[in-house]
Structure formats: structure tokens, C-alpha cells
């Protein structure tokens, strides 16, 4: 029995987890930490009173990632922030455009959803899909998110998947990597440290901002979906989702330090550090991209017994010796915002800073 006054769906929240880690000590002072997450959350809403109406979907996507090819580059004022790994990104598009148009060729227009509401519906449902009627656009997320994927974060357009939510198997480690093994490596060293370490790290995620399912989209009998063309009021083929923004955040902190401590105990450190986050955004069909490079020198020092030295009490407890500690750090950054306009092949700088 239908109520047709029961208007609320039933939704389902599903949440899929994948988060491993390792730390490997290849030879004696060398440390690796990996670790990797992919995370999807989905909720799917049904509107089981209506059995007519299809199942509607809206989630959230990010798995850690290497994007380590496109890290670097395109920030260089005297060559109009030209970079090669955007140009790659604007000629994937076509690459990746006519892959998806192959897919429909020969395939049948839907016989179900909005086909039944439109005035060519009952025309066409079922028919052989006709491009001249209505075909993908260049510059929708069905095209952008994968040539995206393949310049920024690793890939080929000719066969980086369609699919907008890469699978497990893509989730690549990040990794923390220190070496405290110089003073053994050059003994000489130690007449001046007690202890020597070099650290690198990286760190990278992809993420898909909040999608959800087109709200006239519909599949045909080969699983091949369509969506209605407001401009010609004609099936248009379109994945499932309607994506907002993609995101890829990369930071190399540092990209190399050193931490020193000297045999009078003063303590030294040097790192170099660089940050960059990069944002698609499908409504305006631009790249947004924000760099920060810092580099930081510090220097400590502890002076022990502090208040025994100067002649400071203890406190209610006799004989408590209190430890003094001295640090400075000097950080030189600068900060970088970048917009790539994706229809003009253009990139500007909208902001930036150094301090």
C-alpha cells in the first residue's frame, strides 16, 4: 500500500575506510614512516512510497596521493606564470572529451525518468543516441575532473579512468623519512655534535568537494547515463554526479631539514618547507592555486639547574632544580595565490607576500 502523504525518503549513510601504515628501518639511523587513508562517504536517499522516482545520491571523496611530477614550476612572474603541467591539463580535455563520446556511440537513448516529459521524449526513448541532438560539453566535471587528474596528480588521458572516484588501489602512501646516521658516517663530526639528524617529509590528498546526483540524470539499458539539456530540451550523456570543486593539497614539510645539537648543548636547526594547494572549480571552469615557501633557521639552548644557578628557591619542595630553555626561529616565506583561467589558457596572480 501507498501513502502518498509520506513524503519523507529513507536514507542510507555508507561510509567506506581504508587507512594502513608502516615504518620501515632499511639500515641502522635511516627511518621511513608511510601511511595512506581513501575515504568515501555516501548517503543515498530512496524514495520508497514513490518506487518511480530514482535514487538520489551526495557524498564526499579523499584519498592520500604522490603528485610529486607537478609540484614544482608556473610561478616564475617573468614567464607570465606559464606552466606546463595546466597547458598538459587544457589539451587533456579534448583527449579525454572524445573518450567519453566514444563510449555512447552506437548506444540507445533511456526509456525511463524524464524521457516521458519532454516533447521529444516518447520520440526518442529507446532510439540510437543522435550527438547532433545533444552532446557533452567540453568543459563539464565528466571531462574536467579526469584530465585534471591525469596532468596534476599522475597519469595518460588516453587511459586515466572515467570514473570520478578513483579506486582503492590509487590510494598511494605519503611518507616521513629522518636519518640521525651522519656522525657515524664522519666521525670527525663528533668533536663538535652530539647528535645530527636530516628529515624529509610529504604529505599529498585529492579530494572531491561535496557531489550529488543530477536531479533529472538517468541511465539507459546499457548503463550509460543522460541528463535533460535545458537548452534544447533534449537527453545530453553525463555521468551520474554533478561535482563542484576537486582539490589537491601537497605539502613537503620540510622538503629538507637538519637539527643539530652541539656538545655545549646549543641547538641548531635549518628546514626548507613548501606548500601548495590546487582547486578546480567546474562552475567557472578556472584553477585556483596558492604556494608557500618557507624557509626557517632557529638556534636553542638550555641552561639546566637554572634557579640553583642564580640562587632562586626551589619552591615548597627543597632541592627542586628547574630547567631554563631558550629557543629563536627566523622563517622567511612567501606566500603566492594564482588564477588559471581554463577557456583563455590564461594564469594571473590574484595575491601574494613576503615576510
Known amino acids: 500500500i501507498m501513502n502518498d502523504s509520506l513524503t519523507s525518503p529513507a536514507v542510507y549513510n555508507q561510509t567506506k575506510d581504508l587507512s594502513y601504515s608502516a615504518t620501515l628501518e632499511p639500515w641502522t639511523g635511516l627511518k621511513v614512516t608511510l601511511s595512506g587513508t581513501w575515504k ?10 514513490s518506487p518511480s522516482l530514482p535514487i538520489r545520491k551526495s557524498g564526499a571523496f579523499q584519498m592520500t596521493t604522490i603528485a610529486m611530477g607537478s609540484s614544482f614550476g608556473g610561478h616564475d612572474a617573468g614567464d607570465n606564470y606559464s606552466s606546463r603541467v595546466f597547458d598538459e591539463f587544457v589539451a587533456n580535455r579534448q583527449i579525454v572529451y572524445s573518450r567519453l563520446l566514444s563510449r555512447y556511440q552506437g ?60 579506486s582503492m588501489l ?48 538517468v541511465k539507459n539499458e546499457e548503463g550509460l547515463g543522460f541528463v535533460l539539456d535545458v537548452a534544447s530540451d533534449c537527453p545530453m550523456p553525463s555521468s551520474e554526479f554533478d561535482i563542484g570543486t576537486v582539490t589537491l593539497n601537497e605539502s ?13 648543548g646549543l641547538t641548531l636547526k635549518g628546514e626548507y618547507a613548501h606548500i601548495r594547494s590546487v582547486s578546480l572549480a567546474m562552475s567557472s571552469a578556472q584553477v585556483t592555486e596558492n604556494v608557500s615557501k618557507n624557509f626557517t633557521i632557529g638556534a636553542g ?9 642564580i640562587g632562586l628557591p626551589g619552591g615548597k619542595q627543597k632541592d627542586v632544580k628547574h630547567d631554563l630553555n631558550l629557543k629563536m626561529d627566523v622563517t622567511y616565506k612567501s606566500q603566492m595565490a594564482l588564477l588559471r583561467k581554463i577557456n583563455d589558457v590564461f594564469s594571473q596572480a590574484t595575491s601574494g607576500n613576503e615576510a
Open 40 to 49: 568515501h562517504n555516501e548517503q543515498e536517499s530512496h524514495q520508497f512510497m
Open 170 to 217: 590509487r590510494a598511494l602512501p605519503n611518507w616521513r623519512v629522518t636519518y640521525d646516521g651522519l656522525l657515524q658516517l664522519f666521525p670527525k663530526l663528533s668533536k663538535w655534535f652530539k647528535s645530527l639528524q636530516l628529515s624529509h617529509s610529504y604529505n599529498c590528498t585529492y579530494a572531491i568537494g561535496n557531489y550529488q546526483t543530477y536531479t533529472n540524470f
Open 107 to 166: 548506444s540507445r537513448y533511456p526509456k525511463d525518468g524524464f524521457m516521458h516529459t519532454i516533447e521529444k521524449g516518447d520520440m526518442l526513448a529507446g532510439m540510437p543516441y543522435n550527438p547532433e541532438l545533444g552532446s557533452s560539453r567540453i568543459n563539464t566535471s565528466d571531462v574536467l575532473v579526469p584530465a585534471f587528474f591525469a596532468a596534476y596528480v599522475g597519469g595518460n588521458a588516453h587511459t586515466v579512468s572515467l570514473d570520478p572516484i578513483p
Open 301 to 309: 639552548y638550555k641552561i639546566a639547574d637554572f634557579n640553583t644557578k
Open 252 to 264: 613537503f614539510q620540510p622538503l629538507m631539514g637538519l637539527n643539530a645539537t652541539m656538545i655545549n
